[in-house]
């Protein structure tokens, strides 16, 4: 019986995704529910500051502050429109057609207390979300 037991709670434990640091990857039904009308703030790895809201209807308008391209191209802040959504790998993915380059991405989101972060807890992965 303890053996049936342990094997019940093994069962249980594996379908609850846990990542590094405590964080918890967030189920596709969970970023279905949680990510339309939210407000996004998100470093990229090129330091621009970008922000947008995912629309209901899986669209968004993005700005950026341009750190990435600015001072090459003497550019400053700009903003593009853009897609969201929910693959079927539960992954939370970015489409956004920006004037220089064309920005598509899928990545988890793990939850840890209070923060998210795409992929990993790191705070080069961290993404913010509001209502």
Known sequence: MRMLASLVVAGALSTVAVADDGAVKMTRAELQSFLPGT???????????RRWTNEADG???ASTNNKTYGGAYG?????SAGTWMVNEDGKYCIHIDWKRVDEKWCASILKAGDSYYLGSVDPAQKI????
Not at 128 to 131: G, I, L, N, Q, V
């Open 39 to 49: 407000n996004v703030t998100h470093m990229n790895k090129g330091g621009s500051l």
């Open 59 to 61: 669209t968004l308008v």
């Open 75 to 79: 550019a400053s802040s700009s903003s």
């Open 128 to 131: 913010e979300f509001a209502k």
